[in-house]
């Protein structure tokens, strides 16, 4: 690769000055480099967090109180559908691109990602994506309201806001799976030449695997809106029972995708805390190839589970069956998740900067939505909580608590690095106790709301319900207040404050570690070796 | 940790533990009232406990660990990276405790999708109600007895859901979980429910009976119930279906057998009255009083009160060309629908008087000016 460059540029290819591309345009729009797209996906992510989560407020403040105070009932849905299909596609999912994007170069000791144009792409369609589906907000008859899970015939009454929630679906599509493929090449190609596949961080297997769901399934929900586009605009009947076509039919397809989907959601998270926890333990991860076989095997089973989102839909009482018990073995691979990440923890010499705080946080909340999940395997009590305020409880302890959090702790934990400054501890800790306590009074109650009978998805509620919404809201503001601070924290980070080291934290291994803070606009250029004994897990016998 | 935090911590724990006393109703499922909720809440509380004990343990050692291995105290690290016993024994405990749940909650799916009687038969069935979903009301159908009504949300309920109202929801009795019309089933008796739905998809849910099941347009859907004690028993549509998800709740009323046998002829003898009021000539002002009611309840949700619609959804009905024109026309969209759209086929749904006195209403209000009367028999001819 380096034969034919001249003297003249081998001198300007000193790590001493980044000669960062000059003027915005250059630099952001048109860049090529992994740690500049993987910013502006992070960027990205936290606007969409804010403005989904803007939503979410919309909804908690309805549901303050039982009565119609503030909006509509058709705009409370359109702000449950857009708040999820958002914080999805919008917030969760760059967000993990964008880690991706940072650390998977640096920790597998390559210059950057292997398919650099195409990365650009893949960011720069996201924008435009979410143009097209918020400005369906502005529209005539407003934007989609039939749910984020678009069931017909209930969204096709969506006049056409049914055109553009189907075109940003494509790009979203689009852009996943050029991010996924990009990171399966750079994986499988662009490793320094003596890091071996059971040499790489744990964070690096889980996107590796992730990639591969995606690449699986965005195709999927590609073509089940497309049908959903050509039910509404070209007369065919997939989904029209009048016309020969099956309702259901698309449940099954949707949920084909929507499952692998919430792995692809929380397996980059398991990577995140993964990296975390050995660091302020001082001590290696626990059963690293166990974690990797776990991995692999949530990802599997992630494929044939998609209708126990159905109990209800009246399937057959073998397929009921069936669904119940695939779904429950998935807690034997996570268990084995959370036992090693406590076992990573034991006789450990740990201490608790703001990452490993969200990690301790996460280990716990998840698995108390990882129960509930159990729970909601079992078909027979199923056919109760399904649709209520239990499962919306289940849901948002995984994804707030767990892949939220995850972020979160990876953002506090590689921001030094990101940086080259240390964010302030004590500012940390306070949005870790705001944020922990605040979700807690915010989704906890919502367990005994969907226990006591309250359908998820209504924008008004009977009066016995009235106390623990009240909580609800009341922590659903505080913890919105608190990732507003999240914002100042970053931004007092960015812009100064106490420098950080190479290694920023005592007990810190792997390659992003071994080289200055902030990380050099280009690094591991050489594709030469790298030493293992930097690696995370290092020699892993 | 502190003395004074354990303190703050102690008192935090009090503070919750009062508060869900307080709060008695609506902690935990309901047991409901029939075998299956019965069995639902079992394994329910059966999972709880398991998963409760389990995260004991799990959090237990996270603390301990926690609290003994930090730098703080001085703890050196240990550098383990895995124990293949450790590992084996926490994947086989998982699968023997998921065995033992799958066993109680196979047999109750059986219970509930192949029911079979004492003798081990297939269950016979002394009821069958249809129930049809529709946005956004209930319409049961009495299979074996030939009657069948809708039932729609209460109206001092409606009359405070509307935003602005200015009636606080505590004043209502049973706020958004009543109706105009029950559903009015015998306790103690074997009924087959079949669901299904003529718009979107819904979902028939009374939480004290232990399921729901969705109703699907061009789907038939089954499910059953035995009812034990009679008393009344409330839900909600649990599948979100448009904009008035919220507001097409579920009553039934379980009555003794005797009680039930009464109400039955009540309601035949009813039917049969409205049945000849079809076929009498009706007043001008009788067809406006009965329409101004029907519309109301049936119309008005989506066409607004005073006719003026929600566009680009719901067409606003004053000034209405159709509404102002043939009335063949009109009753021709009312009777059989606009597919695509919530307008539903009203002729499966209202009887003909009824859709002929909204229609008469609609033309002679909002300012429309079409000034004639349809009558129940035009409609009816209409509908043949």
Redesign the interface.
């Known amino acids: 690769m380096s034969h034919d460059i001249t003297h003249d540029e081998i001198a300007h290819d000193h790590h001493d000055h980044d000669h960062k591309p000059k003027g915005f345009v250059k630099r952001w729009l048109m860049t090529t480099n992994h740690k500049d797209i993987g910013t502006l996906y992070l960027i990205f992510a936290f606007a969409m967090f804010i403005f989904g989560g803007a939503m979410a407020m919309v909804i908690r403040l309805e549901l303050f109180q039982p009565g119609l105070q503030f909006v509509e009932p058709d705009f409370f849905n359109q702000m449950t559908t857009m708040h999820a299909l958002i914080m999805v596609f919008g917030a969760v999912m760059p967000a993990f691109v964008g880690l991706a994007n940072w650390m998977i170069p640096m920790m597998i000791g390559a210059p950057d990602m292997a398919l650099p144009r195409m990365n650009n792409w893949s960011f720069w369609i996201l924008p435009f994506a979410f143009a097209i589906l918020s400005s369906t907000l502005f529209m005539d008859g407003g934007a989609p309201a039939g749910g984020w899970t678009m069931y017909p015939p209930l969204v096709l009454q969506g006049g056409h806001n049914v055109a553009y929630l189907v075109f940003a679906v494509h790009l979203m599509g689009i852009s996943s799976i050029m991010g996924a493929i990009n990171v399966i090449a750079t994986i499988m190609n662009m490793r320094a030449p003596n890091v071996g596949y059971l040499n790489m961080p744990l964070f690096v297997w889980t996107w590796l695997i992730t990639a591969f769901l995606l690449i699986a399934v965005m195709p999927v929900l590609a073509g089940a809106v497309t049908m959903l586009l050509t039910d509404r605009y070209f007369d065919t009947s997939f989904f029209n029972a009048a016309g020969g076509g099956d309702p259901v039919l698309f449940q099954h397809i949707f949920w084909f995708f929507g499952h692998p989907e919430v792995y692809i959601m929380i397996l980059p998270a398991f990577g995140v805390i993964s990296e975390i926890i050995p660091t302020f333990a001082r001590k290696p991860l626990f059963g690293y190839v166990s974690m990797v076989y776990a991995t692999a095997a949530i990802a599997f089973l992630s494929f044939i589970v998609w209708a126990h989102h159905m109990f209800s839909v009246g399937m057959p009482l073998g397929a009921e069956l069936y669904f119940m018990y695939a779904t429950m073995m998935i807690a034997v691979p996570t268990g084995v998740k959370v036992f090693n990440w406590v076992a990573t923890m034991w006789k450990g010499s740990m201490t608790f900067e703001t990452p490993m705080l969200f990690s301790l946080a996460f280990v716990i909340l998840f698995t108390i939505g990882g129960f509930s999940g159990v729970m909601m395997a079992l078909a027979p009590v199923d056919l109760q909580y399904h649709d209520t305020y239990f499962i919306v409880a289940h849901f948002h302890y995984v994804l707030v608590t767990g892949a939220v959090f995850a972020i979160i702790a990876g953002a506090y934990y590689w921001l030094p690095k990101w940086s080259g400054h240390m964010y302030n501890e004590r500012l940390g800790k306070i949005h870790f106790w705001w944020s922990t306590i605040s979700v807690n009074v915010l989704f906890f109650p919502q367990h005994f709301l969907g226990l006591a009978g309250m359908p998820r998805r209504i924008p008004d509620y009977s009066t016995q319900f009235a106390e623990f919404n009240m909580w609800s809201s009341i922590g659903g503001f505080a913890f919105g207040l608190a990732q507003v601070f999240f914002i100042y924290i970053v931004w007092k980070t960015v812009r100064g404050g106490e420098k950080a080291t190479a290694e920023v934290w005592e007990g810190a291994k792997g390659l992003e570690w071994t080289v200055p803070s902030p990380a050099p606009y280009h690094t591991f250029e050489d594709f030469g070796p790298v030493d293992l004994d930097k690696m995370a897990h290092g020699k892993t016998h | 940790m502190k003395k004074a935090q354990i303190k703050f911590m102690m008192l935090i724990a009090g503070l919750l533990a009062t508060s869900m006393a307080a709060?008695e109703?609506?902690?935990?499922?309901?047991k409901g009232v029939t075998e299956?909720?019965e069995?639902?809440y079992g394994?329910?509380m059966f999972?709880?406990w398991i998963?409760i004990v389990?995260?004991v343990v799990?959090?237990g050692?996270?603390i301990v660990?926690?609290f003994a291995?930090?730098?703080?105290k001085g703890?050196?690290?240990?550098?383990?990276?895995?124990?293949t016993k450790?590992?084996v024994i926490?994947?086989i405990i998982?699968?023997l405790i998921?065995v033992v749940?799958?066993i109680p909650?196979?047999r109750?799916?059986?219970t509930?999708?192949?029911p079979t009687d004492d003798a081990g038969k297939r269950m016979q069935f002394d009821l069958t109600i249809k129930v049809t979903g529709y946005q956004w009301k209930w319409k049961y159908d009495y299979m074996e007895e030939g009657i069948s009504f809708l039932s729609t949300l209460a109206k001092d309920s409606n009359l405070?859901?509307?935003?602005?109202?200015g009636?606080?929801?505590?004043t209502v009795e049973?706020?958004?979980?009543d109706v105009d019309n029950p559903l009015v089933i015998p306790a103690n008796t074997n009924i087959r429910f079949l669901?299904t739905a003529d718009?979107?998809?819904h979902?028939w849910?009374v939480?004290d009976f232990?399921?729901?099941?969705?109703a699907?347009?061009?789907?038939i859907?089954?499910a059953w119930t035995n009812v034990k004690t009679p008393g009344t028993y409330r839900?909600?549509?649990?599948?979100?279906?448009?904009?008035?998800?919220?507001?097409m709740p579920i009553v039934v009323e379980v009555l003794s057998q005797e009680d039930y046998a009464a109400w039955l002829a009540e309601q035949k003898g009813t039917q049969a009255v409205e049945a000849e009021m079809v076929d009498k000539e009706w007043t001008q002002a009788e067809l406006m009083a009965q329409g101004e009611e029907v519309y109301n309840t049936q119309c008005a949700t989506c066409h607004q009160a005073d006719g003026t619609g929600?566009?680009?959804?719901f067409p606003a009905l004053a000034g209405s060309e159709l509404v102002n024109g043939d009335p063949a026309a009109q009753i021709d969209l009312v009777l059989n629908g606009k597919?695509?759209?919530?307008m539903q086929a009203f002729g499966n749904l209202l009887s003909e008087s009824d859709i002929a006195a909204a229609i008469t209403y609609t033309r002679n209000s909002f300012g429309n000016t079409a000034a004639d009367a349809v009558q129940p028999a035009t409609v009816k001819s209409m509908k043949q």
């Open positions: 709060a109703y609506g902690l935990n499922l309901r299956f909720s069995a639902a394994m329910h999972t709880l998963c389990i995260g799990v959090f050692a996270m660990s926690i291995h930090r730098k703080s703890a050196q690290a240990e550098q383990f990276t895995h124990s450790a590992e926490w994947t998982p699968i998921l749940i799958a909650a196979t109750a799916l059986i509930m999708e192949n405070a859901r509307q935003k602005g109202s009636i606080d929801p505590a049973n706020y958004l979980l669901l718009d979107v998809i979902a849910w939480p232990g399921w729901k099941r969705d699907i347009p061009g789907f859907n089954e839900g909600q549509c649990a599948e979100l279906c448009g904009k008035d998800h919220g507001f929600m566009e680009p959804a597919p695509g759209t919530a």
